[in-house]
């Protein structure tokens, strides 16, 4: 079968990469998720063992990205994986610390890592960070401390002798709220035309990983939705 590119998603069983899983399957993309489960609607499942250290992890899903690829590269690698936890530095900030760093740095250096062996020149990798993170946030300092590593990990990608292949593009998406069902079901009185929806993000992912549209590599791009319209801003 011939595709029209190749991708990985990073968190293909949370709601932002599901959609985005189905709405690369629709552009026909051969698509494959990593996760702690599975996503039957992708090509590839990788299941990342939590009682695996992260350089284990790391061995193992390259070795099973390396097997399934068979010499072909990827046209994007979009890691949505992450998570939110609260917590100030009297409560709970190593635990949520350390899961936040988990869910969403540990998550991105695999994948900062399958980019440089497996990305096409002039290939995409996008990341997550926050909105949030961009200034201090002492009500969930786990969560800003872990999206923060993201935008420097994100603009280091971006440079010179970062490893990634010649061309290749990094990029992080830094949302407010995504439209999601378990944020309308946490905050069901929220003002929803200020969330982002999922398939605008899921059709930015699949532009980008067509060659079009691709921002500045290293660039972080502010996601504000207002009145349902989407824009994006880098900063």
Known sequence: MTYAGRVIIYGGRGALGAKCISHFKANNFWVA??????????DLNILVKKE???QQQE???LSLVNSSLNGSKLDGIFCVAGGWAGGNASSDLIKNTELMWSQSVCSSLIAASIAAHHLK???IIQLTGAKAALEGTPGMIGYG????AVH??????????SG?????VAVAILPVTLDTPMNRKW???ADFSTWTPLEFIADLFVRWASGKDKPLTGSLLKLETKNHQTDVTPI
């Open 121 to 123: 020149e002039n290939g």
């Open 33 to 42: 998720s990593i996760d702690l489960s599975e996503n039957t609607e992708a």
């Open 152 to 161: 420097h990990l994100t603009k280091s990608l971006g440079q010179k002798d």
């Open 187 to 189: 905050m069901p009185k």
């Open 59 to 61: 061995s193992s899903i």
């Open 164 to 168: 990634l292949p010649n061309n290749a």
């Open 52 to 54: 695996e250290s992260l």
């Open 145 to 148: 401390l872990a999206k923060a």
